[in-house]
């Protein structure tokens, strides 16, 4: 069965401070990592599709690697816009690649 | 262009009502799915449809759950005799083609008390 652990569940960060929030998933055959942002009351909002281990991608300030175990995604210099929820998400072969599935995501909350 | 739509936004349902929970696409997109959200979870999986056909509806936790898209574009989720249980936050999201990325609606958010 196809699993995704996020951590860590919370992190708190001053604006500027950078760090890295990590996603590590068991699936065979990946076919593809998700990265979503949600605010509060929101949908999730994508924001990458990593395919492959040694794959990165950016936007603004925040950068997504893939290996083969897991993924990063960094965020540098961040703005208390950033605060939101960030959710990762898999799709494989077991989920006839079509759904997602999804880790319990970690709650960033970044303070002026 | 628009994104995915739903409706309504909240629903408050009495245990034991029927409810119907609406989703709009994006236009031209084939493959839809809906979604559970608990509070302080990440989306579970509940259904899919290409076009009008239902292909996957493993996710359904009972059969008091259903979900149709007749024509091939709107969908709604019906659940029946209501649960304190399926209060949740009900996700909608379309993609263009099988295995494009998903882009997700707003949500509607049930309580039933």
């Known amino acids: 069965e196809d699993q995704v652990t996020q951590s860590p569940e919370a992190l708190r960060l001053q604006e500027g401070e950078s760090s890295s929030l990590n996603c590590s998933y068991t699936?065979?055959?990946?076919?593809?990592l998700f990265w979503y942002r949600q605010d509060p009351g929101k949908g999730p909002e994508f924001l990458f599709t990593?395919?492959?281990a040694g794959e990165e991608k950016e936007k603004e300030r925040l950068k997504a690697t893939l290996t083969k175990k897991e993924s990063f995604l960094h965020i540098t210099a961040p703005k208390p816009e950033d605060s939101a929820t960030y959710l990762c998400?898999?799709?494989?072969?077991?989920?006839?690649?079509?759904?997602?599935?999804f880790g319990t995501g970690t709650r960033l909350l970044v303070s002026p | 262009g628009a994104g995915v739509s739903q409706s309504p936004r909240y629903k408050v349902a009495k245990r034991g009502q029927d409810v119907a929970l609406r989703c709009d696409p994006i236009?031209?997109?084939?493959?839809l799915f809906w979604y559970q959200q608990a509070l302080g979870q990440g989306p579970e999986f509940l259904t899919y449809?290409?076009?009008?056909?239902?292909?996957?509806k493993s996710g359904l936790p009972s059969d008091r759950f259903f979900a149709e898209r007749p024509e091939g574009s709107v969908s709604t989720l019906k659940i029946q005799r209501t649960q304190q249980e399926d209060s949740a936050v009900y996700l909608c999201?379309?993609?263009?083609?099988?295995?494009?990325?998903?882009?997700f609606g707003p949500g509607t958010r049930l309580t039933v008390l």
């Open positions: 998400a898999v799709q494989g072969p077991s989920t006839g690649f079509q759904k997602l599935v």
């Open positions: 449809f290409q076009n009008e056909a239902q292909l996957d």
């Open positions: 990593l395919y492959s």
């Open positions: 236009s031209g997109h084939v493959s």
């Open positions: 699936v065979s055959g990946l076919r593809g």
């Open positions: 999201a379309s993609s263009l083609v099988i295995r494009d990325t998903q882009y």
